[in-house]
């Protein structure tokens, strides 16, 4: 019993010291490597990079700054879709776990994202079904612009010194959009083929800098 208001003042203070970091901790850069597979695999994807602030192990203002491209043809319609164009979100990530110090983070996060976008619309072999003449299909720089917002949700952790990998779930939700004069884009730089919701994610390689 004497020694229990000891106990409870050292542990006291050890939290007091663990807590007294620097308010500033270093910054992080990473590359997404979802995006890369997607462009080997599949007729679309994106290169994505970005740079997130760490403040007290807790708060985490991240940058995140990519190039969305595609040029698909459809088995169906045979239309021939192309775009590349870059993309640019800004937000910031939590740290949900109690003890924020440790090398394994969980964390909740939002985004606010935007792109500006033109994109070309073909196909070379469209006929007319009434007069049965080849009719000129062939549509260039249509001008299109996308606003979303991200819900995010994800992993970090340390592997080795300042090399991390994590991943991320995303929930994006489309807030405003211009689709420029054939009013509808097939698909959106950083958010994905277009609609009014995506779900997405992200697999990443940190290294804290």
Same mark, same amino acid.
């Given at each position: 019993?004497?020694?229990?208001?000891?106990?409870?003042? $050292?542990?006291?203070?050890?939290? *007091?010291?663990?807590?007294?970091? $620097?308010?500033?901790?270093?910054?992080?850069?990473?590359?997404?490597?979802?995006?890369?597979?997607?462009? /080997?695999?599949?007729?679309?994807?994106?290169? *994505?990079?970005?740079?997130?602030?760490?403040?007290?192990?807790? &708060?985490?203002?991240?940058? *995140?700054?990519?190039?969305?491209? @595609?040029?698909? @043809?459809?088995?169906?319609?045979?239309?021939?879709?192309? @775009?590349?164009?870059?993309?640019?979100?800004?937000?910031?990530?939590?740290?949900?776990?109690?003890?924020?110090?440790?090398?394994?983070?969980?964390?909740?996060?939002?985004?606010?994202?935007? +792109?500006?976008?033109?994109?070309?619309?073909?196909?070379? *072999?469209?006929?007319?079904?009434? !007069?049965?003449?080849?009719?000129?299909?062939?549509?260039?720089? #249509? %001008?299109?612009?996308?606003? !979303? /917002?991200?819900?995010? #949700?994800?992993?970090?952790? %340390?592997?080795?010194?300042?090399?991390?990998?994590? !991943?991320?779930?995303?929930?994006?939700?489309?807030?405003?959009?211009?689709?420029?004069?054939?009013?509808?884009?097939?698909?959106?730089?950083? &958010?994905?083929?277009?609609?009014?919701?995506?779900?997405?994610? +992200?697999? @990443?390689?940190?290294?804290?800098?």
């Amino acid at each position: 019993m004497l020694l229990a208001p000891l106990n409870a003042q $050292a542990q006291k203070k050890g939290t *007091e010291e663990a807590d007294s970091i $620097a308010f500033f901790r270093g910054f992080a850069v990473s590359v997404d490597l979802v995006g890369l597979i997607q462009m /080997a695999a599949s007729s679309y994807g994106q290169y *994505e990079a970005a740079l997130r602030i760490n403040l007290k192990d807790r &708060y985490f203002p991240i940058v *995140e700054v990519g190039l969305g491209r @595609t040029n698909n @043809t459809s088995d169906v319609t045979q239309n021939t879709y192309k @775009t590349s164009a870059p993309y640019f979100k800004v937000g910031i990530d939590f740290n949900l776990l109690k003890n924020k110090h440790d090398f394994y983070r969980v964390f909740a996060g939002l985004r606010y994202a935007f +792109t500006s976008f033109k994109y070309d619309l073909n196909n070379p *072999e469209v006929v007319d079904p009434v !007069w049965g003449e080849d009719v000129n299909y062939d549509f260039t720089g #249509v %001008k299109c612009s996308y606003h !979303w /917002a991200e819900i995010v #949700v994800g992993v970090d952790a %340390k592997i080795w010194g300042p090399l991390h990998l994590g !991943w991320s779930l995303r929930y994006k939700n489309r807030l405003f959009h211009n689709d420029g004069d054939l009013d509808k884009a097939w698909y959106v730089p950083g &958010y994905g083929t277009s609609g009014n919701s995506k779900i997405g994610g +992200t697999f @990443t390689f940190t290294v804290d800098i």
